[in-house]
């Protein structure tokens, strides 16, 4: 069975770095790749960007280009999200997902979030 | 403003049948891109209820339905049941974004 297990929760000051891991079990991990999606409290989901397992190509979501790093430890069958420069509308939960295409695919496993927590 | 239009909230009583539309544009839903839908209940991860505008996941009962024309994806959820209340999600790609995509959410209230 498939599961994604991420990082505990995470209080972080403004300007500072976040890293969230994401463990994957139960699939050949350089199969797939892995789809980062957050959602601030209330509010709906947002796609930041993704990850192949094969190659460690990445596309990233326009809005987080330059603040967003995405990595995989295929030794471990990891993925790694930083997000640096903080903000206070960065508090989100941060889900991985494994994504089943890096255009037309879908997410078809979550992890079970991870609760970031910007404030001063 | 997300890319894809969703209504913010839609209710049905047990057993009647309720549908969540998904409008894109020409650079997603109407580009050809698929269309996937997640559920999500309260306090919990998104979960994958329909991928490729109409085909169920293993698990996922009969009563939920996906489909897609033009511009527009609909889900339609039939023998509404308590268990049905959480909120739903559409999900595409979008050619101009060079992204993926999610509709703003529907949550659904069963009376």
């Known amino acids: 069975q498939v599961h994604l297990v991420q990082s505990g929760a995470e209080v972080k000051k403004p300007g500072a770095s976040v890293k969230v891991s994401c463990k994957a079990s139960?699939?050949?991990?350089?199969?797939?790749?892995i789809s980062w999606v957050r959602q601030a409290p209330g509010q709906g989901l947002e796609w930041m960007g993704w990850?192949?397992?094969?190659?460690?190509?990445?596309n990233f979501a326009q809005n987080l280009q330059g603040r967003v790093t995405m990595t995989t430890d295929t030794s471990t069958s990891t993925a790694y999200m930083e997000l640096r420069s903080l903000r206070s509308d960065d508090t989100a939960v941060y889900y991985c997902?494994?994504?089943?295409?890096?255009?037309?695919?879908?997410?078809?496993?979550w992890g079970q979030g991870t609760l970031v927590t910007v404030s001063s | 403003q997300s890319v894809l239009t969703q209504p913010p909230s839609v209710s049905g009583a047990p057993g009647q049948r309720v549908s969540i539309s998904c409008t894109g544009s020409s650079s997603n839903i109407g580009a050809g891109y698929d269309v996937h839908w997640y559920q999500q209940l309260p306090g919990t991860a998104p979960k994958l209820l329909i991928y490729?505008?109409?085909n169920r996941p293993s698990g996922v009962p009969d009563r939920f339905s996906g489909s897609k024309s033009g511009t527009s994806a609909s889900l339609a959820i039939t023998g509404l049941q308590a268990e049905d209340e959480a909120d739903y999600y559409c999900?595409?790609?979008?050619?101009?974004?060079?992204?993926?995509?999610f509709g703003g959410g529907t949550k659904l209230t069963v009376l």
């Open positions: 997902a494994r994504d089943r295409g890096a255009v037309a695919g879908d997410f078809d496993f």
């Open positions: 139960g699939y050949t991990f350089i199969s797939y790749g």
């Open positions: 990850i192949s397992g094969y190659n460690g190509n990445t």
């Open positions: 490729g505008n109409s």
């Open positions: 999900q595409s790609y979008d050619s101009r974004l060079s992204g993926k995509v």
